[in-house]
Each structure stands twice: as structure tokens, then as C-alpha cells.
């Protein structure tokens, strides 16, 4: 069974910083595209940042550039954004995904998805 397990979120300060985690388990992700996406209540999903499978390409919505920053693990089957300078806009439910060509992983247009986990940020 395919698995993505996010985890770090958590409550922070405005200015403040977390670094989620994205586990990929149940197949070889090696050869995968991964990002993250987020949603908050009452709005649509959004693109945040993704990464392509070599760790050579990534893409950052223009609210989160400069401030986050996604990379991938030595062990190609893990995913990290590290996010700097909060706002309490960033608070949302953070979902880790993955999909076979960064373009599609983009468009979210992805294959598999984790269940979220959530960021909070207080003024």
C-alpha cells in the first residue's frame, strides 16, 4: 500500500519557523516528482513548492518565495520544505504529494497524496 506521511507541523509565532517532513513508503519514489500543496478552511487547495526527482528543479508559489524551501532526502523516498519568516497566513493543512513528471505534480495533477498535517501560525 502506497503511503505519504507528513509530519512537523505544529503552532508558531509569526517569524517563526518549522521544517515538515514528507515519508514515502509502498513503492520507490526515487524516480517521482514531490511538493507540497495546502488548504485552508473555506479556500481551494494551492500549489506551494514541488521538486523533481533528481533534486535539480523546484518551483515556489510567489506568496511562499524566499521564505520556504523544499528539498529532497539522501533516501529518494522523503521530501522536506523548511519555512522561515511565517505568517499567519501560511496557516493551513500542509499535504505532501508526489507524481511522475514535475509538471503534473505542478498542476496537482498528482498521483498520490498524504493526508496533511497542520501549520498553524499566531500574530
Known amino acids: 500500500q502506497v503511503q505519504l506521511v507528513e509530519s512537523g507541523g505544529g503552532l508558531v509565532q509569526a517569524g517563526g519557523s518549522l521544517r515538515l517532513s514528507c515519508a514515502a513508503s509502498?513503492?520507490?519514489?526515487?524516480?517521482?516528482?514531490m511538493g507540497w500543496f495546502r488548504q485552508s478552511p473555506g479556500k481551494e487547495r494551492e500549489f506551494v513548492t514541488a521538486?523533481?526527482?533528481?533534486?535539480?528543479?523546484?518551483y515556489y508559489a510567489d506568496s511562499v518565495k524566499g521564505r520556504f524551501t523544499i528539498s529532497r532526502g539522501k533516501v529518494k523516498n522523503s521530501a522536506y520544505l523548511q519555512m522561515n519568516s511565517l505568517r499567519p497566513e501560511d496557516t493551513a493543512v500542509y499535504s505532501c504529494?508526489?507524481?511522475?513528471?514535475?509538471?503534473?505534480?505542478?498542476?496537482?495533477?498528482?498521483?498520490?497524496w498524504g493526508q496533511g498535517t497542520q501549520v498553524t501560525v499566531s500574530s
Open positions: 504529494a508526489a507524481a511522475g513528471r514535475l509538471e503534473l505534480l505542478v498542476q496537482g495533477e498528482s498521483a498520490y
Open positions: 509502498g513503492r520507490t519514489f526515487s524516480n517521482y516528482a
Open positions: 521538486i523533481s526527482w533528481r533534486g535539480d528543479t523546484s
